[in-house]
């Protein structure tokens, strides 16, 4: 991700051509988590909770906790 973010600031509306080896490698690694069924089921887990948790408290989960949550885990 990095490599396409900078490539596409670098060439602006021409990263279309000019960063397609980037582009490339972006769309491996996206389709590398989007056809990895533990990641879609841990996901799904994830939303349900967080969804039961809302509808019995009202109260939404930060983003900014979520984050930290994510941090501890990896």
């Known amino acids: 991700l990095p490599d396409f973010s900078s490539c596409s600031k ?3 509306l021409l990263m279309v051509s000019r960063c397609r080896a ?3 490698a972006l ?3 996206l389709e590398k988590w989007y ?11 994830e939303y349900l909770a ?3 948790e ?8 930060s983003p ?3 984050r930290a949550e994510l ?3 990896a």
Do not use: L, P
């Open 50 to 52: 967080e969804r039961s």
């Open 35 to 45: 056809f990895d069924e533990a990641f879609k089921e841990r996901c799904t887990k």
């Open 22 to 24: 980037e582009n490339t």
């Open 64 to 66: 900014r906790n979520h």
């Open 71 to 73: 941090r501890k885990e």
């Open 54 to 61: 809302f509808r019995r408290t009202g109260v939404r989960r």
């Open 27 to 29: 769309w491996s690694c």
């Open 10 to 12: 670098e060439a602006g």
